[in-house]
């Protein structure tokens, strides 16, 4: 009875501590990126940080301390069986609604350039809807899991609206609440992503965007009826929205104003050639390309690193995916697989975006550079997502 009791105490020790080997591919990439990202940020913010604070540093500092704090969170993590999540799905659910919440409709959460994004602690700023990227990832991971176990995966209304039930939420919160568009598209997106790698079927989603188009023209016409629009009103709409489509097909027709930013990336592309100017050797971050630490950090390393340099970064991201890929399809469970496919469109989808950002190609939007873009709290909470990845890994099928 004695020796059994020992057996079942080991035994719970195993599941919560996952050994095995991880996946060393990943690992090293994660780290190339994470120190090719803190020496840009160096490069990049130096003459802004001066011209701020007097101090070159400031904002290195403040995102190698947060590098520092999410390697350790990644190893800690990694090591933690992947599994117990699971058991806490429901409490992640709320716990981060509940944040979110705080963050745009209370006191609490702090206002910057119109949006409502931030809880201050008083040692530092905290951005809930980073950790709720991957607090939803790990429960929508959870619930299409368990219904993929009952096989109610392909049915319309167990295993596509239900999960559609559960977002809704968090898109009225995230684009609402706190006009986070981007966030909103791309938590939308990796849900998405994992009901299709779940076995929800392909006419499900066209269906549900058909109804959701004929449902939203037929709103805009009845509440047009009811609630008839200004003429001057609409005019000047429809010309805010002409303008930001035309600065977006051509930045020039607005050089000085909402077309600033994006001319002065493609400067900074432009500039770099080939082979880039060199480390530090950067024109455009000096006070014309705005934060270039933030989102616009590709700029800075397309100039300093030109197209060869822009290549190594895309094949580096790329590498991750491709391993990302392969964990999911050799995870040892449904819960694992989602996880693992949510982690990876994740980091997959924010570096796509933001690079297509900056080269114009898509409209501007907040979506930074994953390991790249300063900010501590996605820094943190990328890496320890990064954990959970490398932990899945570890127990992933031999094939």
């Given at each position: 009875?004695?020796?059994?009791?020992?057996r079942?105490?080991?035994?719970k020790?195993?599941?919560?501590?996952?050994?095995?080997?991880?996946?060393?591919?990943?690992l090293?990439?994660v780290?190339?990126?994470?120190?090719?990202g803190?020496?840009?940020v160096?490069s990049?913010?130096a003459?802004?940080?001066l011209?701020?604070?007097?101090d070159?540093?400031?904002?290195?500092?403040?995102?190698?301390?947060?590098?520092?704090?999410g390697?350790?969170?990644?190893?800690v993590?990694?090591?933690?069986?992947?599994?117990?999540?699971?058991?806490?799905?429901?409490?992640i659910?709320?716990?981060?609604i509940?944040?979110?919440?705080?963050?745009?409709y209370?006191?609490?959460?702090?206002e910057?350039?119109?949006?409502k994004?931030?809880?201050?602690?008083?040692f530092g700023?905290?951005?809930?809807?980073?950790l709720?990227?991957?607090?939803?990832?790990i429960?929508?991971a959870?619930?299409?899991?368990?219904?993929?176990?009952?096989?109610?995966?392909?049915?319309?209304?167990?295993?596509?609206?239900?999960?559609?039930?559960?977002?809704a939420?968090?898109?009225v919160?995230?684009?609402?609440?706190q006009?986070?568009?981007?966030?909103?598209?791309?938590?939308a997106?990796?849900?998405?992503?994992?009901?299709?790698?779940?076995?929800?079927?392909?006419?499900?989603?066209?269906?549900a965007?058909?109804?959701?188009?004929?449902?939203?023209?037929?709103?805009?016409?009845?509440?047009?009826?009811?609630?008839?629009?200004?003429?001057?009103?609409?005019?000047?709409?429809?010309?805010?929205?002409?303008?930001?489509?035309?600065?977006?097909?051509?930045?020039?027709?607005?050089?000085t104003?909402?077309?600033?930013?994006?001319?002065?990336?493609?400067?900074?592309?432009?500039?770099?050639?080939?082979?880039?100017?060199?480390?530090?050797e950067?024109r455009?971050?000096?006070?014309?390309?705005?934060?270039?630490?933030?989102?616009?950090?590709?700029?800075?390393?397309?100039?300093?690193?030109?197209?060869?340099?822009?290549?190594?970064?895309i094949?580096?991201?790329?590498?991750?995916?491709?391993?990302?890929?392969?964990?999911?399809m050799?995870?040892?469970?449904?819960?694992?697989?989602?996880?693992?496919?949510g982690?990876?469109v994740?980091?997959?989808?924010q570096t796509?975006?933001?690079?297509?950002?900056?080269?114009?190609?898509?409209?501007?939007?907040?979506?930074p550079?994953?390991?790249f873009?300063?900010?501590?709290?996605?820094?943190v909470?990328?890496?320890?997502?990064?954990?959970?990845?490398?932990?899945?890994?570890?127990?992933?099928k031999q094939?």
């Amino acid at each position: 009875m004695a020796q059994k009791d020992k057996r079942d105490k080991k035994e719970k020790r195993i599941t919560f501590f996952t050994r095995g080997s991880m996946d060393y591919i990943i690992l090293t990439v994660v780290l190339i990126i994470l120190a090719c990202g803190l020496i840009m940020v160096l490069s990049a913010s130096a003459p802004s940080s001066l011209s701020e604070s007097g101090d070159s540093y400031k904002y290195f500092r403040k995102q190698a301390g947060a590098a520092g704090l999410g390697i350790v969170a990644m190893f800690v993590v990694s090591k933690i069986d992947y599994r117990i999540y699971k058991k806490f799905n429901w409490i992640i659910y709320i716990v981060v609604i509940v944040l979110l919440a705080i963050t745009a409709y209370t006191p609490l959460g702090m206002e910057d350039k119109g949006a409502k994004r931030w809880l201050n602690l008083g040692f530092g700023n905290f951005q809930p809807s980073e950790l709720a990227k991957t607090g939803f990832i790990i429960f929508f991971a959870s619930l299409l899991a368990d219904i993929k176990k009952s096989g109610n995966i392909k049915k319309f209304l167990k295993g596509f609206v239900l999960p559609m039930v559960f977002l809704a939420p968090i898109v009225v919160i995230v684009y609402k609440g706190q006009n986070h568009l981007s966030a909103t598209l791309l938590i939308a997106a990796i849900t998405c992503v994992q009901m299709f790698v779940a076995g929800v079927p392909l006419r499900h989603f066209i269906v549900a965007g058909v109804a959701g188009v004929i449902g939203f023209l037929s709103y805009k016409g009845i509440d047009g009826y009811l609630h008839p629009i200004d003429p001057a009103e609409a005019a000047q709409k429809e010309s805010f929205r002409e303008g930001r489509m035309k600065v977006w097909k051509d930045p020039f027709s607005d050089p000085t104003g909402k077309g600033w930013q994006i001319i002065q990336s493609l400067y900074a592309i432009a500039s770099g050639s080939l082979f880039g100017l060199g480390f530090g050797e950067s024109r455009q971050k000096y006070l014309y390309l705005p934060e270039p630490h933030n989102d616009f950090i590709f700029s800075v390393v397309a100039e300093e690193t030109g197209f060869f340099g822009c290549v190594m970064v895309i094949l580096l991201f790329a590498i991750f995916v491709w391993r990302g890929i392969i964990i999911a399809m050799k995870s040892s469970d449904t819960f694992g697989s989602l996880i693992a496919i949510g982690i990876t469109v994740l980091i997959g989808l924010q570096t796509i975006v933001n690079i297509a950002v900056v080269t114009g190609t898509i409209p501007v939007t907040g979506m930074p550079l994953p390991f790249f873009s300063y900010g501590g709290t996605a820094l943190v909470v990328n890496l320890a997502t990064v954990g959970i990845l490398l932990n899945i890994s570890r127990s992933c099928k031999q094939k």
